[in-house]
């Protein structure tokens, strides 16, 4: 079966760095497009930023666009969210979805989900 399991989350200091990762299984990885979306307590899961399955394009939320990086692996079945000068409102459960023959920002475009992992920026 489909599985997308996320890794690299942790606590960070404001200004700090994380790379998350997104390893896929059960799927061709390269016709799906791949989105990054996270959830803070006691609020709606919001859209960060995707990338298309040529890997030539990718879209970004305006308050992550210049800190956020999405890059993929295809022969690794893996992507990627660089997370750099983060703030204490990136704190969230960050979550990687994939879309088959898609992305965007909406999360009916997506079929699949991770788990999610945690992302903790104090100040």
């Known amino acids: 079966q489909v599985q997308l399991v996320e890794s690299g989350g942790g606590l960070v200091q404001a200004g700090g760095s994380l790379r998350l990762s997104c390893a896929a299984s059960?799927?061709?990885?390269?016709?799906?497009?791949m989105g990054w979306f996270r959830q803070a307590p006691g609020k709606e899961r919001e859209y960060v930023g995707s990338?298309?399955?040529?890997?030539?394009?990718?879209d970004y939320t305006d308050s992550v666009k210049g800190r956020f990086t999405i890059s993929r692996d295809n022969a690794k079945n893996t992507v990627y969210l660089q997370m750099n000068s983060l703030r204490p409102e990136d704190t969230a459960v960050y979550y990687c979805?994939?879309?088959?023959?898609?992305?965007?920002?909406?999360?009916?475009?997506?079929?699949?989900w991770g788990q999610g992992t945690q992302v903790t920026v104090s100040s």
């Open positions: 059960g799927l061709t990885f390269s016709n799906y497009g």
């Open positions: 990338i298309n399955w040529r890997r030539s394009n990718t």
């Open positions: 979805a994939a879309s088959r023959f898609s992305w965007g920002r909406s999360t009916t475009s997506y079929n699949y």
